[in-house]
Structures are given as structure tokens and as C-alpha cells.
């Protein structure tokens, strides 16, 4: 079943640009595969990733990415089935992003930058807000 999942975590420090670009590597390399699309964010020290696909191929890549060293403090934020894909064409899209800076990176109001600021801290929102903010950055 076609499904959704979106996480947050912290980025350890030992995660440099070049791990990052590692990451990138391996989603290009193993998404199209699996037919797993979706976001990636990051920042200096977050992680929040969306990924949408089969259900069984998203819980087993969720459960691969959660054991990876290069972040910790792995939080689901929602997860369940979707009737169409958000991100069709993108094995992972991809962007960094400056958590003090939001709402100048995206067209977020002050609030909606807040609220996306305590997703990242994995202060529960709901998870269609979260999709929703999330689409911003890739307007
Ligand atoms: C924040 C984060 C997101 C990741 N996302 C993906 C992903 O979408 N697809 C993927 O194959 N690996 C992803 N990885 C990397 C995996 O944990 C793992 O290192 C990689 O899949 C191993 O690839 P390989 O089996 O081809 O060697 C991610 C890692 C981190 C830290």
C-alpha cells in the first residue's frame, strides 16, 4: 500500500558535508530500486526526511536509516497510507536548511516557521502540518 513516512533526528557531528553527500549518494543509489520517493532536509544539526512508497519497502529502509551512526534521537513524527505521492520524481530530493533563517529561505509566516522549528526539536505536531511545511521548501 502506498504509504508516508516522516522522521526527524539530530546530526552528529562525526556527519560532515561529505557524509552528507555519501547520504545523497546512497538515496540515488537505492531509492529508484525500491520505488521509494521524498525530501530530505538538514540542517547544522537536524535531520527531517520524508519518504513515500510501499509500505514494507519504507518500514525497511526507515529501520536501516534509524541504525545509521551519523544521526541520533530518531523521531517518528507520522506514517500511514497516501492515495498520490507528494515528490513523483525524486528518488530524494534534497535541501539545507538554516533553522534561524525560515522564514526567509521559504514563504512561511513567523508562525508557521515556529511550528516547523518545533517539529525539527521532535516536539509533536501533527503530521499534516508537517507534510505541508515540508512542500515549502520546494516550491
Ligand atoms: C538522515 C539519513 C537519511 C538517509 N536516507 C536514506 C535513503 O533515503 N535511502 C538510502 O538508501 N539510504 C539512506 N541513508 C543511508 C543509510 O542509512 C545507509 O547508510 C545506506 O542506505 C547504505 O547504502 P548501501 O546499502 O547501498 O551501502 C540515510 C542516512 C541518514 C543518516
Given at each position: 500500500m502506498l504509504s508516508h513516512l516522516v522522521y526527524v533526528s539530530v546530526r552528529k557531528p562525526n556527519c560532515t558535508e561529505e557524509e552528507i553527500g555519501k547520504i545523497l549518494e546512497a538515496c540515488k543509489r537505492n531509492n529508484s530500486k525500491i520505488d521509494i520517493t521524498g525530501v530530505l532536509l538538514y540542517s547544522g544539526t537536524h535531520f527531517l526526511q520524508y519518504l513515500e512508497g510501499d509500505y514494507k519497502e519504507i518500514s525497511g529502509l526507515y529501520e536501516k536509516i534509524k541504525g545509521d551512526?551519523?544521526?541520533?534521537n530518531v523521531v517518528l513524527i507520522t506514517t500511514g497510507p497516501i492515495?498520490?505521492?507528494?515528490?513523483?520524481?525524486?528518488e530524494m530530493g534534497s535541501k539545507e536548511i538554516e533553522e534561524e533563517k525560515i522564514e526567509f529561505q521559504t514563504d512561511m509566516s513567523k508562525e508557521d516557521a515556529n511550528a516547523f522549528q518545533d517539529i525539527i526539536a521532535g516536539k509533536g505536531q501533527e503530521g499534516s502540518k508537517a507534510l505541508n511545511l515540508i512542500k515549502k521548501f520546494f516550491k
Open positions: 551512526d551519523r544521526h541520533k492515495k498520490n505521492r507528494t515528490f513523483p520524481s525524486w
